[in-house]
C-alpha cells in the first residue's frame, strides 16, 4: 500500500512536469506543424544559466545563495528561456516553414537543440549539479519528508503537482479565454485566412514560442530541486514530455497534460512496482513509454486512409 | 553440335557491343573520377598505421551517411533514425560474431539483413505519416536503440561493450588498411550507384514524388513502393557500415549509436548538399574538422569528451541553415553553372513522331456518386469518353468538374458507381494501377517537377510503359536496361515535340512559363501512353494564340484514336474542339449532347448559360 501511495505521488510529481512540456510540443505543432526538438534543451539551458548567475559554475547548496541573487538569477534564466524560444523561432525555423521544407525546420530544431546542449555542458562539466529550492520546503515535515499512508513522500512533489497543474491550466485558460489565445486559435486552424483577416501572425507565434519556453523553464525550475540536475536532464525531461504529446496527436492543452501524467505514472510504476511477482525495473521505465508511442503512431499511421503517394 | 559457335559468336558480338557502348559513354569526367579513387586508394602508403585506423572509421560513418542520402537527397523522407541502423548493424555483427561464435563473412549478411528488416518495419510504419511524424518517429527510435543497448548489459555487454573476436576472412587477418580498402570500394560503389540513379528509372519517379506527389501518382509513379526501397536500403547500408566498424574498431560501444550519431548523419547530409552524391561525404568531412578542433580545445581545457564537438556540430549546421540551407555543394554548383553555362546535350534531329494509341477503349463511369460530409459532390454521374473524340465537361464553379475528373483518375475514391475502360473494371483501382491501364490524368494547378529538366519531366511519364528500369537493373546498365531506356527516351520527346518542348529539353522545368508547364504536364502524360487523357482546364491563363495551338494538340490527339476528358470555361474552345459536351450541375448530368444541343437544353439554359450567349 505504502508502495503504490509513493508511485502515485512521484509518478504524478514527474509526470505534471512531462505534461507541461507536452503542453509547448502540442501548442507549438498545433501552430505552425513543427516538433520543437531543441525544447528540453532550451529547459536546460535555462536552468543552468539560473545557476550561473546565482553562483557561476561553482557547487551550490541550499544555504550558500544570497535570497536576492538567487530571484534575480530566476528571473535571468526565465527570460533568457523567453528570449532564446522566439529568436531561434524567428531566425532559423520560421525560413524554413515559409518554404515549405521539412528537412530545414528539422535541422534547425535540432542544431539548436546540440548547440545549447553542448554550450552547457563546455561550461558545466560536474557530472550533477543541485539546484536550490525558492521554497522553504525543508522546514515542513521532517527535513522536507512527510509519511503518507506508511510512505515517505517529499512535500515538495505535492508542490510539482499542483503548479504544474496550475500552469497546465493557466495554458488552456490563455488559449480559450484570452484574445491573444483566441488568435491563435484562429491561426492553427486556418493561416491564410488568420493572415488575411490582418493578425500579425508571425508576431504572434514568435510569442508564443517564447511564452511556451518560458512555461517549460517554469515547470523545470519547479521541478530541479527534487532530485540532482544533470546537462542531460532537460533532453529526457523533453523527450518523455515529445512520447506524451504524441500519445494524444498533440491535442488540447488538458489532454497533453493528463498524458503527461500518465506517462509519468507509467514510469514510476514500471520502476518500482511488482504485479504478481513480476516486476520489470528501472531500466524498463524509460524505454517502455517511447516503445509504446512508436508502436502507437505504426498502429494509427496503418490504421488511416492511406495519403497519396504513402505506403 | 552447331549451335554452340553460334551462341559464341552472339555471346561475341553482345561483349563488343557493351565494349563499344562502354567507350562511348566513358566521358572526361569519368577518368577523373577513377583517377581521384586511385588516389584515395593509395593513401595507406602515407599514413602511420593509428591514422588509419581514425580515416577507416571515417569512411566507413561515410558510407552510413551517403545511405542516409538514399532516403534524404533521394527520397526526401526527413530520417533521424540512421545512428540507431548504424547502431543495430553494430550490435547484430557483435553479439553473433562474440557470442554465438558465427564466422564474419555470414554474420555480416546476417547484420545487414537485420538492419533492412528494422528499415523495412520502420518504413512501413511511418511510410504514411508526413515528414514532421516521420522525423519524430525515427528520433524515438534512435533513442529506443541507446537506451536499450545501455540498460541490459546482458545483451549489450555494459560499460566494456563487447570485445569482438579476432577478423580473419579466407585465413587473413583484416588489417586497417584492408578495412580501408574495403570501405573505400564500397563508398565508391555506394556514390556510383547515387550517382547513375539519381537521374534515371527509380530515381527520377522518386523525385517526382518528392516535389509534386499528385501529379507522380498521376503518371503512375508508384511512389510508396519507391519510397520504401530507398528507406531500406539507406538502412541497409547503415547496417553494412555499422557492422564492418565494429570490426575496425574490436569493440562494440553500447553508448556510441544514438540520436548524437543520427543528428550528426543528418547533419552531414544537408551540410554537405542532400541531393547531392558526394554531399554527405563532403558534410561528414567538414564535421569531421571541428571535432577534430574540438577534441584538441576540449583536451587542452579538461572538458568532458564530446561536448563541444555538438556544439561546434550544432553551430555550423546552425549557420549553413542561417546562409539559406542549401549546403555546400548546392552553392559551388550554382557557382559552377554561373562560371561556365551547361551544353546542351546533342541528340538525334528528328524526334520520332507519337504513335497512334494501342488498343483503343471507351471510358465509361455509371452511377458514380461522391460525398463529402453532407454534401453531395456527384450524384449518379453517367459519363462515356469514346476513343478518338474529346468530351467536354462544363458547369458552373463548384458543380463537381474536378471532383469526377480525379474520381475517374482514381485521385479520390467513389462511394458508390463503377468506372471501366472497355472491358477492365477500375473501380477501386489506386491512381497508379489506372495510369498502367491506360487513363492518366493531370493537375488543376501547374504541377510539374521544378527540380527536373524538361526532358525528365517526360521521362517520369515514359517511366510507366518501361519494364526493364528496376534499381539493380538501372546501376549494372544491362543491355535491356539500356535498350528500354533508349525506347523511354525516345517517346519522351515525341512527346515533348508533339507539344512542341523539344528543343531546349535539357532546361529546368521551373524555367518554363505557366503556359509552357501547362503543355509540359500534357507531354508527361502523354509519354506514358495513355488511352484516355484526363485534363483540367488545361487552356487556363493562355493566349488566343497558345489557345489555338492547344486546340490544334487536341484534335490531333483525337485523330490517333485517344479519347480526351477535358474540364474547360472557355465556350469558345470548347466549341472548337469538343465533339461532345456534358454539363454538370450541383453534382449531376443535366445534359450530354454537341454543344449545340446542349446549348438548346431548358435545364441547361436555367442552370448555366442563361447568362452566356453561345
Known sequence: MSLVVQVIVTGLAAGGVYGIFAVGYSLIYRLTGVVYFAFGDLVSFAVFATLLVAAGTAPVSQTSLPPGRFLLALLVGLLLCVGVGAATYILFIEPYLLRGSTLGWVAATLAIAFALHGMVGAVFTRPAYVFPDPLPFDELGRDGVVSVAGASIQVRSFFVIGFAALLAAAAAWTLERTRHGRALQAIASEPEGARFAGLPVERLVALTFGLVGGLAALAAVVAAPSAPFTVDTGALLGLKGLVAALIVRFGSPWAAFAAGLGVGLAEAAIDNLRIADLGLGPQYGEILPLAFALGLIAYRSLRSEPVPGRA | ?????????????????AARELRASWSRTATLWALVFAAALLAPAALPEGRLVDLAGFVYLALAAVGLGYAMGLAGIPSLGQGAFFGIG??????????????????????????????VLTGLATGRLRGAFVAVSTWILSWIVLLVLTSFPGISGGAQGLVMPESRVLGQTLTPTAHYVIGLTLLGLALLAFAVLAHRGPGLGLAAGRDQVEAALGLGVPVARLRLG????????????????????????????????????????????????LGPVLGLAV????????????????????????????????????????GLLPYADAWWRRVRHRREQSRAETPATLDPVDGPAPLAAHGVSKRFGSLEALDRLELEVAPGSVHALIGPNGSGKTTALKVIAGQLGADDGSIALGVDDLTGLPEPERAERGVVGTQQTTAVFADLTVLENALVGAGLRRRSAGPFRTFFRTPKARADERRAEERALAALAFVGLDDGADRRASELTAHEQRLLMIASALATEPRVLLLDEPAAGASAAELERLADLLRSLRDRGLGVLVIEHNLRFVRRVADLVTVLEAGRRIATGTLAEVAADEAVRTAYLGRQSL
Open chain 2, 90 to 119: 553494430a550490435f547484430a555483427e557483435a553479439i553473433s560474431r562474440a557470442k554465438g561464435g558465427v564466422p564474419l563473412l555470414p554474420s555480416l549478411l546476417l547484420a545487414v539483413l537485420v538492419a533492412a528488416a528494422c528499415g
Open chain 2, 287 to 326: 564535421i569531421a574538422g571541428f571535432s577534430n578542433a574540438a577534441e584538441e580545445i576540449g583536451a587542452a581545457r579538461g572538458l568532458p569528451p564530446g561536448r563541444l564537438e555538438e556544439m561546434l556540430t550544432g553551430y555550423g549546421m546552425l549557420l549553413v541553415l542561417g546562409l539559406g540551407g542549401a
Open chain 2, 230 to 277: 530507398a528507406f531500406t536500403a539507406s538502412a541497409a547500408i547503415a547496417g553494412l557500415a555499422g557492422a564492418l566498424s565494429v570490426e575496425l574498431s574490436q569493440v562494440a560501444d553500447p553508448s556510441a549509436y544514438g540520436p548524437v550519431l543520427s543528428f550528426e548523419l543528418f547533419v552531414a547530409v544537408i551540410l554537405g548538399g542532400a541531393r547531392y552524391a
Open chain 2, 1 to 17: 553440335m552447331s549451335a554452340a559457335p553460334a551462341v559464341l559468336g552472339q555471346t561475341r558480338s553482345a561483349l563488343t557491343a
